[in-house]
């Protein structure tokens, strides 16, 4: 009987994994991205993060808790 019970016991532990792995990729690719401007600006904001252009690619801060974005302003040239 014990056998049976671990073997609950894991298939809850692998369901619990797998339904975090699915909320936490659900959760990113709902999260709100800055999108690229044109190239010739260097800095820019959605009201939520600010991204620029640097040398290793393009860096942003992290967006607040309560964010809601609006469409991108350039902010440098």
């Known amino acids: 009987m014990s056998s049976v019970s671990d073997a609950l016991a894991a298939t809850i532990a692998i ?3 797998l339904a975090t792995v699915v909320l936490a990729i659900l959760i ?3 999260s709100p991205q800055a999108t690229e401007p044109s190239a010739s600006c260097r800095e820019w904001t959605d009201s939520c993060m600010v991204c620029s252009r640097q040398p290793a690619g393009i ?3 992290t967006p607040g808790i ?3 974005p609006r469409p991108l302003q350039c902010l440098r040239r």
């Open 66 to 68: 309560a964010c809601t």
């Open 59 to 61: 860096a942003c801060s």
């Open 28 to 30: 990113g690719l709902s």
């Open 15 to 17: 369901t619990a994994a």
